[in-house]
């Protein structure tokens, strides 16, 4: 490790074997924690090239609990988390009205990094109780066209770093790791970006993955499409930059978006929204996020199309059920 750190202390970058090889050691406890710490360091300071983010991508998937899919065609929506917005639970509403509108849905996530409260913290805040094995996560995907992976349960080989991530309390490149180390490796992504500059990291990184994905990066720092202004959307359907009027809606402030001040009350506002009691503005938001993972799989022609899909899947109530049936499995 001494001459890694020296490495990119020097401002020099890792290969992908190096990083792969280094993050396996690492999650099997061959550095100091100092070390460790150190390393993880560097990458506050700088943002991983895509040589080395690759690398440590595929480390976490040789170690993860890998969930068997059986050929269905399913769509992972998330947010990298970092905009320090404090939004309502968008991706993870979003994900239940894509699933809702008849689209398998696989959410990988985990509690909350930088916000009151993540999808973790908001499912079990309803009574969900997550699934902890690949055969629990089919069970879901059959039952209610929707599952969730639990980051923790599957990717169990990141408990001896967990506690060092913790001391150190800053985000590191694992955050930047989320969105790309889904253990179902569903055929398509939509993944919601707070930085321009990680956007392009991602768009290099997914197009050699070879899957269906649309990156979505709001110009005033969201990582959703926010209605707060345009936002722009890269990915296998091509490049635009969207805005609010392109689907028909108006802008809506960052004070609509509010995520709540605890858990409790981002999960009230949660439950309010699937039940149809939102506001008209957390309504369009949810609904224009998951046209856009509707589009992304073809079971909307357009973002247009999408909307119209997913707001009807959240006022007919079929988003409530898919929650609904979530919270009764494994009861």
Not at 16 to 42: I, K, N
Not at 72 to 82: F, I, K, R, Y
Not at 101 to 127: F, M, R, T
Not at 279 to 290: F, T
């Amino acid at each position: 490790m001494k001459d890694i750190l020296e490495q990119l202390f020097s401002k020099h970058y890792l290969t992908c074997a190096q990083a792969r090889a280094l993050l396996l050691d690492m999650a099997a406890g061959r550095y100091a924690p100092a070390q460790t710490a150190a390393f993880l360091t560097v990458f506050r300071m700088r943002t991983p090239c895509v040589e080395e983010l690759e690398g440590f991508r595929a480390a976490l998937l040789d170690l993860c609990v890998r969930v068997d899919l059986g050929g269905v065609t399913a769509v992972d929506l998330v947010g990298t988390g970092g905009d320090g917005k404090n939004t309502f639970n968008i991706s993870t509403l979003a994900a239940l009205v894509t699933a809702g509108a008849g689209q398998p849905v696989v959410k990988h996530g985990n509690y909350a990094s930088s916000s009151v409260s993540g999808a973790s913290n908001v499912l079990e805040e309803l009574g969900v109780r997550l699934a902890k094995t690949p055969e629990d996560a089919r069970v879901d995907l059959d039952r209610c066209g929707f599952c969730y992976l639990h980051a923790p349960y599957f990717h169990p080989a990141m408990k001896q770093i967990a506690p060092i991530r913790k001391e150190l309390g800053v985000r590191t490149f694992f955050n930047l790791l989320g969105p790309l180390v889904n253990p179902a490796s569903p055929s398509h992504q939509m993944i919601g970006v707070a930085q321009s500059s990680v956007l392009r990291l991602y768009h290099y990184l997914l197009q050699k993955m070879g899957v269906k994905y649309v990156l979505v990066h709001a110009l005033d720092g969201y990582d959703e499409f926010s209605l707060t202004g345009a936002s722009r959307i890269v990915g296998s359907l091509g490049e635009r930059l969207l805005e609010p009027c392109d689907l028909g809606l108006q802008v809506v402030s960052p004070a609509e978006l509010s995520g709540g001040k605890t858990p409790a009350e981002a999960a009230r506002i949660f439950v309010r929204i699937l039940e149809g009691q939102g506001s008209a503005a957390q309504e369009r938001i949810v609904a224009a996020n998951a046209a856009l993972a509707l589009q992304l799989t073809g079971r909307a022609q357009s973002a247009e199309d999408g909307f119209f899909m997913a707001l009807e899947a959240l006022k007919s109530g079929r988003a409530l059920g898919v929650l609904k049936r979530l919270s009764a499995a494994r009861g």
